[in-house]
């Protein structure tokens, strides 16, 4: 290529921090200027590797840029979402989702260490032995479309938000893998007494076993890497939000008229729909936060919230925390309902 053909080429690659949110969903994945390689994310996965080393543990995963975080079947690697390799990126997710999902270092830590877990398994063949199946289950069951946690459950370990574990087989053992893998945690004594430890002595059995031995199998392909993916920005985001988008029930009433006022002579306070705008963000962050629950799903039900408040005309009575604490609890037991049903599941 000349040196003039290189540089037109140059000039053509988009400079992503000039870019308004309706030109970057207009891009094709393909065509993001954005890279693994010398990036915040780069070394994070570097981590990782001397967080395995440190336990001789050779079966290093490959990591590239793909949609979100997946690991395929039968490949010892993982995808990690586009956003993260770019901090213009991740203001679109949030502004799309409301949060962006890996963004905070040791959510990061947390998950990257999961993909290994799932990686290892592959690698090694892990799920086909009858004790993995005794402990975790069947990985030959469909895999779920949604789960219901049980929140005192103590046969799976807390890694990932939502009690991530019991959704499926392999995801218990890589959240399982993930908890003893962590420098930071003392899970001998921080799972003392669950049934849960029986899982984490067994990884800690089966890592003993390849301590310097290369895996049988050390497939390195590439699944839908971001260079191959010819779908704009706008058509991911529409079909993610459709994903974890959630139809609330409007049986709240009883509980927002037992925090606010309909009546405007003896509660003459702020109005209750502008109060919960000012402090949306709050509310939404610590609901999704203490129940696992899609940021973007609460933000769902806080804006039917808040033009029911509005409907009503209710009015604050009491102070701002009083009123806050109570509505964390009102939103909590909305927000329930969802782990009962059962909500959408993200293979991770």
């Known amino acids: 290529m000349s040196a003039v053909a290189h540089r037109s080429r140059e000039s053509r690659v988009p400079d992503l921090g000039t870019l308004d949110d309706n030109s970057?969903?207009?891009?094709?994945?393909?065509?993001?200027?954005?890279?693994?390689?010398?990036?915040?994310?780069?070394?994070?996965?570097?981590?990782?590797?001397?967080?395995?080393?440190?336990?001789?543990?050779?079966?290093?995963?490959?990591?590239?840029?793909?949609?979100?975080?997946?690991?395929?079947?039968?490949?010892?690697?993982?995808?990690?979402?586009?956003?993260?390799?770019?901090?213009?990126?991740?203001?679109?997710?949030?502004?799309?989702?409301?949060?962006?999902?890996?963004?905070?270092?040791?959510?990061?830590r947390r998950i990257l260490r999961h993909e290994a877990g799932h990686c290892l398994d592959e690698a090694y063949g892990f799920h086909r032995r009858a004790r993995y199946r005794e402990l975790f289950g069947n990985p030959r069951k469909p895999y779920p479309a949604s789960y219901k946690p049980k929140l005192d459950s103590r046969d799976h370990v807390i890694n990932l938000a939502g009690w991530y574990a019991q959704g499926y087989p392999v995801e218990d053992f890589a959240e399982s893998f993930a908890v003893w893998l962590n420098p930071y945690l003392d899970w001998r004594s921080d799972y003392r007494g669950w049934p849960a430890l029986r899982k984490l002595e067994y990884i800690e059995e089966l890592m003993r076993e390849i301590r310097g031995v290369p895996p049988p199998s050390s497939e390195n392909t590439e699944v839908e890497p971001l260079h191959a993916i010819t779908r704009t920005l706008r058509d991911h985001y529409a079909e993610k939000r459709a994903y974890f988008a959630w139809h609330w029930e409007e049986n709240y009433d009883v509980g927002l008229r037992r925090i606010f006022s309909e009546d405007p002579e003896g509660a003459p306070g702020p109005l209750a729909a502008r109060f919960l705008r000012r402090s949306r963000v709050l509310l939404r962050a610590r609901i999704a936060e203490g129940t696992g629950v899609h940021t973007y799903a609460v933000d769902q039900l806080l804006r039917q919230m808040i033009a029911r408040a509005q409907e009503l005309n209710l009015r604050m009575v009491d102070e701002a925390e009083v009123t806050i604490e109570r509505l964390l609890v009102l939103l909590t037991m909305q927000t329930a309902t969802v782990l009962r049903v059962g909500y959408p599941k993200v293979a991770l």
Do not use: N
Not at 72 to 90: C, N, Q, S, T
């Open 24 to 108: 970057l969903l207009g891009m094709r994945f393909r065509d993001l200027p954005v890279r693994l390689k010398g990036s915040l994310l780069a070394r994070r996965v570097a981590r990782l590797y001397r967080e395995l080393q440190a336990r001789s543990i050779v079966a290093l995963p490959h990591a590239w840029l793909s949609e979100e975080f997946f690991t395929p079947d039968g490949v010892v690697g993982f995808a990690i979402p586009f956003y993260l390799a770019h901090p213009r990126l991740m203001r679109l997710e949030r502004t799309q989702m409301l949060e962006v999902e890996g963004a905070a270092e040791a959510e990061c």
